[in-house]
């Protein structure tokens, strides 16, 4: 083995990220001052500091705070392109990035900003040769209906999505509640995932399989918990997207070496890593496989999880097999 996972020398795509979870504080400071808009401290270190969650609301309540720094198709823009090139610098080669426009939107910015600055930087990207898509989120907490009037809101933007996903406060928001808006998704092409088992219990992530028929899971810890559950994500082959640093970051898991991915991977699950915030969870991608590397996973397990990465990719066959053989000819 010539290189750890978590060396950016190996390929990989990342399926679990959020880019308004890329919101560097030195970013953050300077988009306040260009829009005017008021923050607590403009010294990135403190703000930095004050990163310390006790659960996953904690995260979500300085999370959507700080997107009211976002103004501009400049900053939207601004703030892609900062992940796009973490993301290169990491080794990413694939890329499918979630992003929420319910909160842009109900700030007051058009969605067409928002899409027009997001656009511009996964077109640069693209150009630079990252093969990189962006999936909307909707904001859970939000409702249903809300959800449903994105929905019909995006059709001008519908081309520059590849899927819909489900994010923000879990408890509280089943699965259930979206069926019918990530029906109208399926009909029109788009690929499904859903957050659910980040603190909801096993029946988030029934419901997420059963009710909106997602392709993938995103987080699904609690999965764990019902070894029925876990032997049918296993025997229908789901791959579940697990973020190890967040999820030690929100309590989700008490610590690194007792994370649920490890019971996943014994039970057949297919496991990818990702970097769920990186401006907020303490690294990317890459400092996500080290965190790993550090508590003695062995490299066979972590570039499995990579291949799983490409082969749970929403893209064809043809550009799957030119991953995978890029990641055989690094390892
Ligand atoms: N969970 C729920 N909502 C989110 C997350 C997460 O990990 N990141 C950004 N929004
Ligand atoms: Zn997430």
């Known amino acids: 083995m010539t290189h750890p996972a978590s060396s950016p020398l190996i390929p990989k795509a990342e399926l679990h990220m959020h880019l308004e979870g890329a919101l560097e504080s030195e970013l953050l400071v300077t988009l306040a001052r260009r829009n005017g808009v008021p923050l607590p401290t403009y010294d990135p270190d403190v703000l930095d500091a004050r990163y310390r969650f006790g659960q996953l609301q904690d995260f979500l309540d300085v999370y959507f705070d700080n997107l009211a720094v976002m103004r501009t198709a400049e900053d939207f823009h601004d703030l892609a392109a900062l992940y796009l090139r973490r993301a290169r610098e990491n080794g990413v080669t694939r890329a ?35 093969s990189c898509d962006m999936i909307l989120d909707f ?74 028929r997602v392709e ?57 890593i990702s970097s769920d915030d990186p401006a907020y ?14 508590i003695g996973t062995s490299q066979e397990v972590l570039i499995g999880c990579i291949e799983t990465s490409f082969e749970a990719a929403f893209i064809d066959a043809g550009e799957r097999e030119r991953h995978l053989a890029a990641l055989r000819s690094a390892v």
Do not use: W
């Open 216 to 272: 993938r899971i995103d987080h699904g810890l609690r999965a764990v918990e019902d070894p029925e559950l876990l032997k049918r994500i296993a025997a229908e082959q789901i791959p579940v997207n697990v973020c190890p640093l967040s999820n030690v970051a929100l309590r989700a898991v008490d610590r690194m070496d007792r994370h649920p991915l490890f019971a996943m991977l014994d039970a057949g699950v297919p496991v990818t």
């Open 96 to 130: 499918e990035s979630f992003f929420n426009p319910m909160t842009h939107v109900g700030a007051g910015v058009p969605l067409a900003a928002v899409m027009e600055g997001y656009g511009a930087a996964f077109a640069d990207a693209r150009r630079e040769g990252l």
């Open 281 to 294: 969870f303490g690294g990317q991608i890459g400092a996500n496989f080290a965190a790993l590397e550090d």
């Open 139 to 212: 904001t859970r907490d939000l409702g249903a209906e809300a959800a449903d009037q994105m929905l019909t809101d995006f059709a001008p933007f519908r081309d520059m999505i590849i899927g819909v996903g489900l994010d923000s406060t879990e408890v509280g928001y089943p699965p259930v509640l979206f069926r019918d808006v990530f029906a109208r998704a399926a009909a029109d092409g788009l690929h499904r995932t859903c957050h659910a088992g980040e603190e909801g219990d096993p029946e988030y992530v029934r419901q997420a399989l059963d009710d909106l």
